[in-house]
Nanobody, 125 residues
Framework: QVQLVESGGGSVQAGGSLRLSCALT????????FGWARQAPGKGREGVAA???????SYANSVKGRFTITIDNAKKTLYLQMDSLKPEDTAMYYC???????????????????WGQGTQVTVSS
């Protein structure tokens, strides 16, 4: 079962914060390589953050220092803490699982095999 269910999106003013959550099924949790991506209107999907089984984290340059990916292993829930939000962060955000490539701290997040339905984040100026 590959279902990924996101929650926590919403509208916020620039400079504000939001935390996204993603409930992982046991199948997805066992893949132990997860992440978040986003897609703004008229743009392609962009990897935002990734986390692998060795605890290696990867972030897109556009969010480094502002977004943090974490996992609660007991709850099998993935999080994306988003601080200092900017209008350009406005997008549909997707939880993703099963990385297609390795996670490197100095590289952009890899692509993924599975995606959730998405949750909208809107940042106003």
């Amino acid at each position: 079962q590959v279902q990924l269910v996101e929650s926590g999106g919403g509208s916020v003013q620039a400079g504000g914060s939001l935390r996204l959550s993603c409930a992982l099924t046991p199948y997805m949790y066992n893949s132990y390589c997860f992440g978040w991506a986003r897609q703004a209107p008229g743009k392609g999907r962009e990897g935002v953050a990734a986390l692998d089984s060795e605890g290696i984290l990867s972030y897109a340059n556009s969010v480094k220092g502002r977004f943090t990916i974490t996992i609660d292993n007991a709850k099998k829930t993935l999080y994306l803490q988003m601080d200092s939000l900017k209008p350009e962060d406005t997008a549909m955000y997707y939880c993703a699982g099963a990385c297609k490539g390795p996670v490197h701290s100095e590289s952009e997040p890899p692509d993924f095999d599975f995606w959730g339905q998405g949750t909208q984040v809107t940042v106003s100026s």
